[in-house]
């Protein structure tokens, strides 16, 4: 299996070298040649456990580890570090399945693959022969940053620097961020938003003259943000995971289609549900759920993309994004691979903040579903379902469910469901408290966790209480144009 860029007919490397650069030098994002398809029967696979799974679907896409190489990632990966062997267990509540992709270490779907990257990366290093230290840059809204953190901390060979912005995080997600231990670690708030930060963190990967500074000093730039092919892949597993789940349990008759509902802002997480169904699993509708920044309902509805409009801080802040960077890669499977087209498109977007897609390409779009939920719909999608199952999720999960509860509607389609749960409701517990109606008022934080946690008769997470006594460790504050400065500050050292 080779991969090349979305925007030139760049040379073709193999996975370790894909997942060591994380961005192709002309700027693009990789993508393997073609998609693998499966060569068992989804009633064999069925019987899978995930870590067996996970070694089947990506052994297809990583084609240059051996069995070994890629038994130990996944055993360093998916161990006790998830408080359930299941790893992502499929709860049913009302008619609809969620998958729990948040019993990782951080308490969100990151886990699910920023668990697991460290040690790709690792075992890339030495296929590669490369001796440098890999510098880890990652802008976050929240999820990416501690869930990169806690993968890369103390990981030798590594440093890893997590840029989030000031004022777009949940309280718990600040948090876990700056009280992270590790010397190879380093966190920086930012004033402006997410994609101040991320725009800046590319703007590092295509500065060749600071990359051969940082050469020269014995470093190399990699990314954790989902634009690394690395982080993609292992997401691609769980979408098979819960279909097979659903067979397994007789929930669903041998190569039925489901719908997937996906919370998305940065489109990494439904476009690996998108390359599941590409390889051959049963999926019919993907349902891409925005939040008020609905900029992704609206390309899907029209095909524009257009990014000049203002930015709003929701209670679902991992998805306050306007720069949707794994669409790229969308766009180059529904051009039928065309680099031109996906370079002319992402020029476009860079200089005048808008593109549109021919009617070609907007034909090819008829596998996805776009809707958005109001912060009003969110809250009340909580309630309702705590009022009618006693189940709280959080602010993420709960845009989904009312997107799903709004297609359905409009529909009538009752095809059996999964919901991409992607985050614990303690991550997000003061807006989950409200949504149920809970009287939060003069309690802190750490308070009112412990009352949602005994209003909805559940443990609160031991990575929450243990974030109580923890001490700050990184209070970093830049600005977006200074972001470049921090880091070679921060390297400078050496």
Same mark, same amino acid.
């Given at each position: 299996?080779?991969?090349?860029? $979305?925007?030139? @007919?760049?040379?073709? *490397?193999?996975?370790?070298?894909? +997942? %060591?650069?994380?961005?192709?030098? #002309?700027? !693009?994002?990789?993508?393997?040649?073609?998609?693998?398809?499966?060569?068992?029967?989804?009633?064999?696979?069925?019987?899978?456990?995930?870590?067996?799974?996970?070694?089947?679907?990506?052994?297809?896409?990583?084609?240059?580890?051996?069995?070994?190489?890629?038994?130990?990632?996944?055993?360093?990966?998916?161990?006790?570090?998830?408080?359930?062997?299941?790893?992502?267990?499929?709860?049913?509540?009302?008619?609809?399945?969620?998958?729990?992709?948040?019993?990782?270490?951080?308490?969100?779907?990151?886990?699910?693959?920023?668990?697991?990257?460290?040690?790709?990366?690792? $075992?890339?290093? @030495?296929?590669?022969? *490369?001796?440098?230290?890999?510098? +880890? %840059?990652?802008?976050?809204?929240? #999820?990416? !940053?501690?869930?990169?953190?806690?993968?890369?901390?103390?990981?030798?060979?590594?440093?890893?620097?997590?840029?989030?912005?000031?004022?777009?995080?949940?309280?718990?997600?600040?948090?876990?961020?700056?009280?992270?231990?590790?010397?190879?670690?380093?966190?920086?708030?930012?004033?402006?938003?997410?994609?101040?930060?991320?725009?800046?963190?590319?703007?590092?990967?295509?500065?060749?003259?600071?990359?051969?500074?940082?050469?020269?000093?014995?470093?190399?730039?990699?990314?954790?943000?989902?634009?690394?092919?690395?982080?993609?892949?292992?997401?691609?597993?769980?979408?098979?995971?819960?279909?097979?789940?659903?067979?397994?349990?007789?929930?669903?008759?041998?190569?039925?289609?489901?719908?997937?509902?996906?919370?998305?802002?940065?489109?990494?997480?439904?476009?690996?549900?998108?390359?599941?169904?590409?390889?051959?699993?049963?999926?019919?509708?993907?349902?891409?759920?925005?939040?008020?920044?609905?900029?992704?309902?609206?390309?899907?509805?029209?095909?524009?993309?257009?990014?000049?409009?203002?930015?709003?801080?929701?209670?679902?802040?991992?998805?306050?994004?306007?720069?949707?960077?794994?669409?790229?890669?969308?766009?180059?499977?529904?051009?039928?691979?065309?680099?031109?087209?996906?370079?002319?498109?992402?020029?476009?977007?860079?200089?005048?903040?808008?593109?549109?897609?021919?009617?070609?390409?907007?034909?090819?779009?008829?596998?996805?579903?776009?809707?958005?939920?109001?912060?009003?719909?969110?809250?009340?999608?909580?309630?309702?379902?705590?009022?009618?199952?006693?189940?709280?999720?959080?602010?993420?999960?709960?845009?989904?469910?009312?997107?799903?509860?709004?297609?359905?509607?409009?529909?009538?389609?009752?095809?059996?469901?999964?919901?991409?749960?992607?985050?614990?409701?303690?991550?997000?517990?003061?807006?989950?408290?409200?949504?149920?109606?809970?009287?939060?008022?003069?309690?802190?934080?750490?308070?009112?966790?412990?009352?949602?946690?005994?209003?909805?008769?559940?443990?609160?997470?031991?990575?929450?209480?243990?974030?109580?006594?923890?001490?700050?460790?990184?209070?970093?504050?830049?600005?977006?144009?200074?972001?470049?400065?921090?880091?070679?500050?921060?390297?400078?050292?050496?």
């Amino acid at each position: 299996m080779k991969y090349k860029s $979305t925007r030139s @007919k760049t040379p073709l *490397i193999y996975s370790s070298e894909a +997942i %060591l650069k994380g961005i192709a030098e #002309d700027g !693009g994002l990789y993508v393997p040649l073609q998609l693998p398809t499966l060569d068992s029967s989804l009633e064999d696979l069925s019987s899978l456990s995930y870590k067996e799974l996970a070694y089947y679907i990506m052994s297809r896409f990583l084609t240059d580890f051996d069995e070994k190489e890629l038994m130990d990632c996944i055993n360093y990966a998916y161990n006790e570090k998830f408080d359930t062997p299941l790893i992502a267990p499929l709860i049913e509540k009302s008619g609809v399945h969620f998958l729990e992709l948040y019993h990782g270490p951080t308490l969100a779907f990151k886990d699910m693959a920023l668990s697991i990257l460290p040690h790709l990366l690792k $075992t890339s290093m @030495k296929k590669q022969n *490369i001796h440098q230290e890999v510098i +880890i %840059l990652t802008a976050t809204s929240g #999820d990416t !940053g501690k869930a990169a953190l806690e993968g890369f901390a103390n990981v030798e060979g590594t440093k890893i620097m997590v840029f989030f912005p000031q004022d777009g995080v949940s309280n718990i997600q600040k948090l876990q961020m700056v009280t992270q231990e590790g010397s190879n670690t380093f966190v920086s708030a930012i004033e402006g938003n997410f994609d101040d930060a991320q725009n800046a963190v590319k703007s590092i990967f295509n500065d060749k003259q600071l990359a051969e500074k940082l050469a020269d000093k014995g470093y190399i730039l990699s990314s954790a943000n989902s634009i690394n092919i690395g982080r993609l892949i292992p997401q691609v597993v769980y979408y098979f995971y819960g279909y097979l789940t659903l067979l397994k349990e007789a929930k669903i008759s041998k190569d039925e289609n489901i719908n997937v509902v996906v919370p998305t802002g940065n489109f990494g997480n439904i476009l690996a549900a998108f390359y599941a169904k590409k390889m051959g699993l049963p999926i019919g509708k993907l349902i891409c759920a925005s939040n008020e920044n609905n900029i992704l309902y609206d390309f899907i509805k029209t095909g524009v993309y257009d990014r000049r409009r203002a930015l709003h801080l929701t209670t679902s802040p991992s998805m306050d994004i306007l720069i949707s960077s794994n669409l790229e890669r969308l766009l180059y499977e529904i051009s039928n691979c065309n680099e031109n087209l996906v370079q002319n498109l992402m020029h476009r977007l860079s200089t005048e903040g808008i593109y549109e897609i021919p009617d070609s390409m907007r034909q090819r779009l008829k596998d996805f579903h776009g809707d958005y939920a109001t912060e009003a719909e969110v809250f009340e999608a909580i309630r309702q379902l705590f009022v009618t199952e006693g189940y709280i999720m959080d602010t993420h999960t709960a845009v989904a469910y009312s997107v799903y509860q709004k297609y359905k509607k409009q529909t009538g389609d009752t095809a059996p469901t999964i919901i991409a749960s992607t985050a614990s409701p303690f991550k997000f517990g003061k807006d989950v408290s409200k949504a149920i109606g809970l009287d939060i008022a003069d309690l802190d934080d750490f308070e009112l966790l412990e009352k949602l946690a005994d209003a909805a008769k559940v443990k609160l997470p031991a990575a929450v209480i243990e974030l109580k006594t923890k001490p700050i460790l990184h209070d970093s504050l830049a600005k977006k144009h200074e972001i470049k400065t921090v880091v070679e500050n921060f390297l400078g050292g050496r």
